[in-house]
């Protein structure tokens, strides 16, 4: 009896902290800095959309390249370790030297993110996706550091675990044999024919294995996942790390089928690669001829890999962006067609065909939807009530909240709760604390007793931010 007593006097408990938490929350909505106080306190469990080089903030990466004197091109603020033949670059040394070295810093802040952005000068989709391949010489090489950055970032804002697509798989595997694979592929996914696809995959597929796919996948789960992983000592009391293998949407079919993979067989044969997924824009010219090809092609690999998680970023478009007719099926064929286990960004849920069967099918069978509102709102102009959160909330589709490219969009985990409270009024304290729940739940994360421990971990983060208020 005196258990079922301390029991039931916990859960009251329990219970008051949680109303006096949510009073406080809606007392202040309309504060700014008043939710950013809270949200930065209040624990935010997972970060699961989340690019690692897109994360890492401008500054460190610009301080790397003038310390080890890189090459700038003062047009497009592109950096390379060597002079390339073209272009107009110089040394940073030699900016510093002739006294324009504080005029090129901020010009390469306001390129390589979302600093000082005017919103004029150019689109700011461009911006965002070409700012990669700008600063992209200062992360090789360089992972240990950007790992301790977002590690230690973390801590501070109490997020508990991020789940990062960190690196493309490094692949040399000459498959100029196979080039006429890309041609037949196209030409059977033009029909829509997918026993035709299949059927060439499984040829490709087995070429691809006779080149010993197995052994990049093996290289890189040993000599880089696991060593930087083991050597920073990332896992401890107060954080986790899981990676996402990742492959480019632009690339050919064969050359993405060969990644695709390699990158299958990676997280198939390691704990810590959580699973895989897709990038690049998907409104690009391949993105979009290719699209409904390379669901077919995550399929394939499901089938030879069946314990392998995917998340798929889909929707990422909006009216205007491409036609109308573009945005009806990116959701649906990956979900229906790709049997992606989450979906990143479906932004353009309202516009998919059957949209409404398509978010019961989501609610469902568990299938979450990672909402990146400063992403959105950047990236496609799309914000408020112009963004799909309602619809998917109103559906009951399982919503975790995370920040896809904080260093670029200059912001973090806590902006994206503060933006949600503040633009969704209706959205409660406990619903809130029950999407932080769904980016440990919902996570990819292959050890069941890490993630019960991270479960442990959050109730008792939130047992200590909820007596922060105390009852009145």
Not at 197 to 226: C, E, W
Not at 313 to 319: D, K, P, R
Not at 404 to 431: C, F, H, W
Request: some cysteine.
């Amino acid at each position: 009896m005196t258990r079922i007593i301390t029991l039931f006097c916990f859960f009251i408990a329990q219970i008051s902290f949680s109303q006096t938490a949510e009073n406080y929350l809606d007392k202040n909505r309309n504060n700014e800095a008043l939710l950013t106080a809270f949200f930065q306190q209040m624990p935010k469990g997972g970060d699961l959309h989340h690019h690692f080089s897109g994360s890492i903030y401008a500054e460190p990466l610009l301080e790397r390249a003038i310390a080890q004197d890189f090459y700038l091109n003062l047009e497009t603020m592109d950096v390379s370790k060597t002079k390339p033949a073209k272009g107009n670059w110089q040394t940073f040394s030699s900016l510093k030297n002739e006294g324009k070295l504080a005029f090129y810093e901020q010009q390469v802040m306001q390129t390589w993110s979302a600093k000082d952005y005017n919103g004029v000068s150019v689109p700011s989709d461009d911006l965002f996706f070409d700012s990669f391949q700008k600063f992209e010489p200062t992360i090789q090489g360089h992972f240990a550091e950007g790992m301790l950055e977002l590690k230690k970032r973390a801590i501070v804002e109490n997020v508990s675990y991020i789940e990062t697509q960190l690196s493309t798989i490094p692949c040399d595997m000459n498959v100029s044999d196979l080039t006429d694979f890309n041609t037949k592929l196209r030409q059977a996914a033009s029909q829509r024919d997918e026993k035709a696809v299949l059927k060439l995959l499984d040829d490709l597929y087995k070429a691809v294995q006779k080149k010993d796919a197995k052994k990049y996948a093996t290289d890189f789960n040993t000599n880089f996942i696991a060593k930087l992983h083991k050597d920073l000592k990332i896992d401890d009391d107060r954080f986790t790390m899981r990676y996402q293998n990742f492959v480019l949407r632009f690339m050919d079919p064969v050359d993405l089928f060969k990644n695709l993979t390699i990158a299958f067989i990676s997280a198939n044969d390691s704990k810590l690669v959580a699973g895989v997924n897709i990038v690049s824009p998907e409104h690009g010219e391949n993105s979009m001829k290719d699209y409904w090809l390379h669901m077919v092609m995550f399929k394939y690999c499901h089938s030879k890999f069946p314990d392998v998680k995917y998340t798929l970023h889909a929707g990422e478009l909006t009216l205007g962006l491409v036609q109308p007719e573009d945005l009806t099926w990116h959701i649906n064929d990956a979900i229906y067609v790709a049997g992606a286990n989450r979906i990143g960004h479906g932004v353009d849920i309202a516009y998919e065909a059957n949209s409404y069967d398509l978010l019961r099918y989501m609610a469902k069978n568990n299938i979450p939807i990672e909402i990146n509102l400063t992403s959105n709102e950047f990236i496609l102009k799309v914000k408020e009530s112009r963004h799909p959160f309602v619809l998917y909330k109103e559906f009951n589709v399982p919503i975790v909240i995370s920040t896809d490219d904080a260093g670029i969009l200059r912001t973090n985990m806590t902006e994206q709760y503060v933006l949600l409270a503040k633009r969704y009024p209706d959205v409660s304290y406990a619903t809130i604390k029950q999407y932080v729940y769904n980016s440990i739940n919902y996570s990819f994360i292959q050890d069941s007793s890490v993630k019960k421990q991270l479960l442990k971990d959050l109730d008792a983060r939130f047992k200590t931010f909820e007596a922060k208020f105390p009852k009145n």
